[in-house]
């Protein structure tokens, strides 16, 4: 198996331990959650940051884990996890065109447990190759050999790929930009993913004053019955966020 080479810079302490405790919970969603989702929104609210660091704590922790970059039309992983592409590396678009095969697009890294499927061309229109029962035989493939596929994902809000992709999986994460996300696209998206029978593991509440009493009534507001019912959220220091990213 090729290899490739990634980086994440540390993380703050506090976010560190939120990150932990998202990695935690997630060990005990139960044998039979293998896929899963990571998705947002909107653009811009952190979901492929804490995909990488969760697809990372995952296999650190001694879990074979594979990150699956499929969003096709926009990823920024690559720039997240400070790759450099040469001209033989195959991703996820050359495998749902036809071009490569499971064992040609599945890298092992240097973290320990850690493997990926990298995208290295973005696409346009990649609805339909997405569809194609290609992508869920890979993702079947994937849950097969490792404990977790952590799939990274375009925002619900912007294109249909995600709701696509959830229908495959065994359940989703929900990255929220504390203070920015509208109310309304949050119950959108949670009806998005209820429409595809797609469990809502929980949510993530990104770069939020968590120790201010705005984010108390900001967190009881907006995500008060989605916690009670689902089981957790976090939240990220605005000061402490490395990177305000996807």
């Not at 036809?98 to 229109?125: H, I, K, R, W």
């Not at 035989?137 to 809000?157: C, H, K, S």
């Amino acid at each position: 198996m090729k290899q490739l080479t990634i980086t994440l810079p540390e993380l703050p302490y506090a976010v560190e331990e939120a990150m932990n405790r998202l990695r935690i919970n997630i060990k005990f969603c139960g044998k039979n959650t293998r896929k899963i989702l990571l998705t947002s929104c909107l653009p811009n609210e952190g979901k492929s940051t804490v995909s990488s660091y969760l697809w990372k704590m995952l296999a650190e922790a001694g879990f074979p884990t594979v990150l699956v970059d499929a969003d096709l039309r926009k990823s920024v992983m690559r720039k997240r996890l400070q790759i450099e592409y040469k001209e033989d590396v195959r991703g996820l678009n050359h495998y749902l065109s036809g071009m490569a095969e499971y064992d040609e697009v599945v890298y092992q890294t240097n973290v320990a447990n850690g493997y990926l499927v990298p995208c290295t061309q973005l696409l346009e229109s990649p609805s339909a190759l997405l569809e194609d029962s290609r992508f869920r035989d890979l993702l079947n493939t994937l849950a097969e050999n490792y404990r977790f596929v952590i799939i990274d994902t375009p925002p619900l809000g912007s294109v249909s790929d995600s709701a696509l992709i959830a229908s495959m999986c065994d359940g989703a994460v929900l990255v929220i930009r504390a203070g920015v996300t509208p109310k309304g696209m949050i119950k959108q998206s949670l009806f998005e993913l209820e429409q595809v029978n797609c469990k809502l593991l929980g949510t993530v509440l990104n770069r939020a004053e968590v120790h201010s009493r705005a984010y108390g009534k900001y967190y009881s507001k907006y995500y008060g019955k989605y916690g009670k019912k689902y089981g957790y959220g976090y939240g990220y220091g605005k000061e402490e966020k490395p990177d305000a990213g996807k």
